[in-house]
């Protein structure tokens, strides 16, 4: 396998047809490496590279990587399929996608890439048809066989921003894979019916994929197909390009959508980044909102879902960005106009987050297009900017021998784990989307639940790690905070993971709906009121009267929001209850752990208005949970991140504000009493005090120490 000449990849993605022009191509790698740039990713697009069936157009793509040798930098291509060729588009119309309103695609312009053969509501071309993955294959095959052995090949990014559209694909290729998809599954038709609860079908033929968005067991099908299918796919990808290199590097970058975007887009990093050597993510402030915790829990949740493999923050906003619709009405402070400063917290948060790389959408901006203009730090003719003097400063600082150790070292496992449930989001979808129902809106109530949950912890700078179900044996203490839908094995593990010592603090609702989307008779679903020691009373779905939703949990007043379940106790003791009198909070043992079983939905509420009631929640679950966090500070707007290296630890300490701030840190004590060695990054301070240490850090800014304790 290929390995990175440079402890941090840092770089860009540069080439996409035709920008930047070619008379810049010499002078911009120079400049780039002079700066510190180890590393550009190059989009290699079908659509402009075979130019006619058998015919390739390596040319420009050629002088990349030779350029790129000569100035010791390092290539990743990007594959790119998706981008069809022209004469594909005719000669493969059959497999051309459909969408559910039974609107074929056609060959439009990118965005990002301003060449023809893009469809932005997922690929033109459906690679469940067999002629057009022969195609597509063949060029892939031929890509890899060019440029094996390059001396500036560091690898391949297979399957740009890992998602799919959820309108697609209905083309009657995708429906013959679905149905032999369901055949395994259920075995007959008749099966399949009963299931269903269409039981009149006769024939294999006469199943359709759902259009509409639904609730039902037939859209749970749907969805999982779906995702089983287009990582089937990217699967293929990679075996095909490992046929021909089988040592090369494998890298893919998501959106780090698995919380908002994993039932509807199949944005699920867990399952990419299991196919890869080196994952990543696109995470663009300009997009998101330039609040730290936003940046921060998708770097969390890259970091978990790469499960210790190495990632990298794939695309990092480097420059402004103007006209998407993402954007507009926003401040300019708000990510909108990034100033070097930006781009110093930026990368520092990222890094702090575990990241092992740092790449940029542009190296310099398009020239045309809608997307003219945005994402690069470099000017629009490729000259200097202060942004890209900044990036060349942390690129070089990175990049020297005496970093090495640094970028060795990991994150320390966090205080507690917030569970990630995917049936849960999918369920919220399905019932979100629904125009027969119409429950929801256009509110995400999972996704608000578990971005709340976070932030709560965030706000008080208690590190909260994301996790799967397999990986829960890592912590002892879980939140979930929206656990809608659950599968009868999903409660099963639960119960043995409390039983064993852990502590659960649950949100209202747990596993409601069963695995095919059926409420069960008796709440909290699936015996698990043995677990939470309460069965329910009530329950109120009324989402649209959430904000009125008001409890007490040991005499502390609380908002809640989403949903509203109240109990009985079956074993529990009260802790908490509604103001009509309703028991809404119920603390229960079970084997050598607890649960705490809390009946709306706190986090949604925390994460709509971030008021001192979600924050004395927090503080309530946090006296609860009992123990005392690895991390204490007296301003809670430094965020501070503790690695450990085979020789050393390193503090973290980050300031995402405009003006300098001061503040103690204290270490739990199984650190022992921590002595700085050297400082590693920042023009702030860090110096020792009775209690641990007391920092002050300038505007947008970190400081980085290596620190030993008498017990390391």
């Known amino acids: 396998m290929s390995e990175s000449r440079s402890q941090l990849p840092y770089g860009a993605v540069y080439f996409r047809k035709s920008n930047p022009p070619p008379e810049d191509w010499e002078r911009d790698y120079r400049t780039a490496q002079e700066d510190g740039v180890n590393l550009f990713r190059h989009w290699f697009m079908w659509g402009a590279i075979e130019t006619a069936p058998g015919r390739y157009d390596w040319s420009d793509y050629d002088r990349q990587l030779e350029l790129a040798a000569r100035h010791n930098m390092q290539t990743i291509i990007a594959e790119y399929v998706q981008s069809v060729p022209e004469w594909a588009v005719s000669r493969y119309a059959d497999g051309r996608t459909v969408h559910a309103d039974g609107t074929r695609a056609k060959s439009g312009m990118g965005g990002s890439s301003n060449t023809g053969g893009f469809s932005h509501g997922g690929g033109v071309l459906c690679l469940d048809c067999e002629d057009v993955k022969r195609a597509a294959g063949d060029f892939l095959t031929a890509l890899a066989s060019r440029y094996k052995g390059h001396p500036a090949l560091l690898g391949y990014d297979i399957w740009n921003e890992c998602m799919y559209s959820p309108t697609a694909c209905y083309c ?94 199949g944005a699920d990093d867990w399952l990419a980044a299991s196919k890869v050597d080196v994952y990543g993510f696109t995470w663009v402030q300009a997009r998101k909102g330039n609040e730290p915790w936003k940046q921060w829990h998708a770097v969390d949740l890259v970091r978990a879902a790469a499960r210790g493999k190495p990632f990298w923050h794939a695309e990092m906003q480097g420059g402004p960005l103007w006209l998407q619709p993402q954007i507009i009405g926003r401040e300019r402070e708000d990510g909108r106009i990034a100033e070097p400063e930006d781009l110093r917290v930026w990368q520092m948060i990222s890094l702090a987050g575990g990241a092992k790389g740092l790449l940029a959408p542009r190296w310099r901006p398009l020239l045309d297009g809608p997307l003219f203009g945005a994402f690069g730090a470099y000017d629009m003719d490729g000259s200097r900017t202060a942004r890209s003097r900044m990036g060349s400063t942390i690129a070089k600082w990175a990049n020297e021998p005496g970093q090495a150790e640094l970028f060795r070292a990991n994150p320390v496992r966090g205080d507690l784990a917030i569970l990630v449930v995917p049936e849960a989001q999918e369920y919220d979808y399905l019932l979100r989307q629904n125009p027969g129902i119409a429950l929801y809106g256009s509110s995400l109530l999972y996704s608000e639940a578990m971005w709340g949950a976070y932030r709560g912890f965030f706000d008080r700078n208690i590190q909260a790690d994301w996790v799967r179900l397999d990986d829960i044996g890592h ?231 290596e620190w030993r304790s008498n017990d390391h």
């Open 172 to 265: 009657k290729h995708t429906k013959k894979k679905f149905r032999a998809w369901l055949a395994a599954k259920y075995g007959t038709v008749e099966r399949l019916g009963k299931a269903w609860q269409r039981y009149s079908y006769t024939a294999w033929d006469q199943v359709e994929p759902p259009v509409n968005v639904a609730p039902y067991r037939e859209n749970i099908d749907w969805l999982q197909f779906k995702k089983d299918n287009y990582y089937a796919q990217m699967q293929w990808r990679i075996e095909t390009i490992r046929s021909v290199d089988p040592d090369c590097l494998i890298t893919a970058h998501g959106v780090a959508g698995a919380l908002s975007q994993l039932a509807s887009h």
């Open 475 to 705: 912590y002892d203490t879980l939140y979930l905070p929206y656990p809608i839908r659950l599968a009868a094995e999903q409660g099963r593990a639960l119960q043995n993971w409390v039983e064993q010592g852990g502590a659960l603090i649950c949100e209202g609702c747990p596993g409601y709906f069963d695995e095919q989307g059926k409420a069960g008779s008796m709440q909290p679903n699936h015996g698990l009121h043995r677990l939470f020691g309460a069965r329910e009373s009530e329950v109120e779905f009324m989402p649209d009267h959430g904000d009125r939703i008001e409890f007490e949990m040991d005499g502390t007043p609380v908002r809640g929001h989403g949903y509203k379940q109240s109990y009985v106790l079956a074993g529990g003791t009260a802790r908490g209850r509604y103001r009509d009198g309703r028991l809404a909070v119920v603390e229960h043992r079970c084997g050598r752990g607890r649960t705490l079983l809390i009946g709306t939905h706190p986090s949604i509420a925390y994460y709509r208005d971030g008021g001192e009631s979600g924050r004395r929640l927090f503080d309530v679950v946090c006296r609860w949970i009992g123990k005392t966090p690895h991390i204490q500070t007296s301003n809670p707007t430094i965020q501070v991140r503790l690695h450990e290296g085979r020789g050393a630890r390193y503090i973290w300490a980050i300031n995402p504000r405009r003006e300098p701030q001061y503040a103690g840190i204290r270490l739990a004590s199984v650190y022992g009493r921590p002595q700085p060695l050297r400082r590693i990054w920042g023009e702030g301070s860090l110096q020792s005090t009775e209690e641990g240490w007391a920092v002050t850090i300038p505007g947008r800014d970190a400081v980085i120490y």
